[in-house]
Structures are given as C-alpha cells and as structure tokens.
Nanobody, 122 residues
Framework: QVQLVESGGGLVQAGGSLRLSCSASGRIFSIKYMGWYRQAPGNQRELVATIPTSGDTTYLDSVKGRFTISRDNAKNTIYLQMNNLKLEDTAVYSC????????????????WGQGTQVTVSS
C-alpha cells in the first residue's frame, strides 16, 4: 500500500509563488517517475511536470520557465516550486507516483494523491 500526502496549496495573488510538496510512504518498489497533474473545473486533467528516476524532467509548455519540479530521493518526496503564478494556474494539483507493483516486477501502476487546491487571484 502506497500513500501520497500533498501539502502547500493555497490562495495567492497573480505573480506570487507557492511550493507544493508530495511525500510517498508505504511499500514502494522501483519508482519510474513522480509528477504533478492538475485539473481545473470543466477541464480535463493535464500533466504539469514529471521527474523520472532516470532521464529528463518534463513540463507543460505553459509552465516552462515558471515552475520547477525537484525530488528528494531519500525522502521519496517531490516538490513543485511555482513562481509568477497566473490566473489560469488555478486548479486542483495532484501528485502521482508510478512504480512497480512488487519487487522485481516489470508491471507499473500509478498511485494518486488526494489533491491540493491552488487558487490564483487577481
């Protein structure tokens, strides 16, 4: 069983900054990647940023240069530093962890956090 706990959401004025955290605990095997997704009302969930165990980070085009994803492997924790926030960044941000189903397995699945609200005001 894997648990993801997110924190750091809130209300911020446009141009401001927030830092989201997501800590993973439980029986975790071979992490392929961790990442952040978001979903605004009436919109589909979209990938914001991912950080793989090996390879390059990826970002949604609209957040490049403003958001930075980082990872503390020792703590199984990822962060999303969000700067110069815009009204259109308002959404529920969810953490995702993609890992093997069990030790030695090549089958992977994605666990989701409960989500944290980010609201950007004018």
């Amino acid at each position: 069983q894997v648990q993801l706990v997110e924190s750091g959401g809130g209300l911020v004025q446009a141009g401001g900054s927030l830092r989201l955290s997501c800590s993973a605990s439980g029986r975790i095997f071979s992490i392929k990647y961790m990442g952040w997704y978001r979903q605004a009302p009436g919109n589909q969930r979209e990938l914001v940023a991912t950080i793989p165990t090996s390879g390059d980070t990826t970002y949604l085009d609209s957040v490049k240069g403003r958001f930075t994803i980082s990872r503390d492997n020792a703590k199984n924790t990822i962060y999303l530093q969000m700067n110069n926030l815009k009204l259109e960044d308002t959404a529920v941000y969810s953490c995702a962890l993609n890992s093997a189903t069990h030790s030695g397995s090549y089958n992977y699945y994605t666990e989701w956090g409960q989500g944290t609200q980010v609201t950007v005001s004018s």
